[in-house]
């Protein structure tokens, strides 16, 4: 159980100023992850050399489960995304016949890409498929940097890589 008093944002004890806590350690909202814990470490250290400089900015995280195909999800889901009020375009793709998958043998493969309709940015994925962990490591940057999906189709990568599949996705 985390201590309490702890200031989650920042990962500075609120009754010891000398205390700083990150990962399992820390009260935070932060996914109960290994690199998230690395992550809120980075941030309780830049705090810890210049107070109050850094807070945690959780929303393009991957999470992945690791099975044959590999499962993973990076911002928010569907129901959270329209409760938020967004407007949001689902983008449904069936990958299980796309050469990236037909290369390997595999025969199963679906996207479903969030993008929010007032910015053209992607909001969320869920991704099902060989290799997609990596390919969700590559929304979540574009995530972090504001791509657009126009930006994002715009992209030559190499083919016939998953990457590759990208631009169709979107």
Avoid at 38 to 44: L, N, R, S, T, Y
Avoid at 61 to 88: C, N, Q, W, Y
């Amino acid at each position: 159980m985390p201590p309490s008093g702890l200031a989650a944002s920042r990962f500075r004890s609120t009754t010891n100023p000398d205390v700083y806590a990150a990962g399992d350690a820390a009260d935070s909202s932060g996914m109960p992850l290994t690199p998230v814990a690395v992550f809120e470490a980075k941030i309780a250290a830049s705090n810890m050399l210049k107070p109050n400089s850094a807070t945690p900015d959780y929303s393009a995280i991957p999470t992945a489960v690791f099975t044959i195909p590999e499962l993973v999800r990076v911002g928010m889901l569907e129901h959270e995304a329209k409760e938020s009020g967004l407007d949001v375009d689902v983008r449904f793709t069936d990958t299980s016949g796309w050469f990236s998958n037909y290369r390997i043998g595999e025969t199963t493969g679906a996207t479903k890409i969030l993008v929010d309709k007032s910015t053209d940015r992607i909001i969320g994925a869920h991704l099902l498929g060989h290799d997609y962990a990596e390919l969700a490591n590559t929304i979540a940057l574009a995530m972090k940097n504001g791509l657009t999906t126009r930006r994002i189709k715009s992209t030559t990568a190499a083919y016939p890589s998953t990457g590759s599949d990208l631009g169709s996705m979107v």
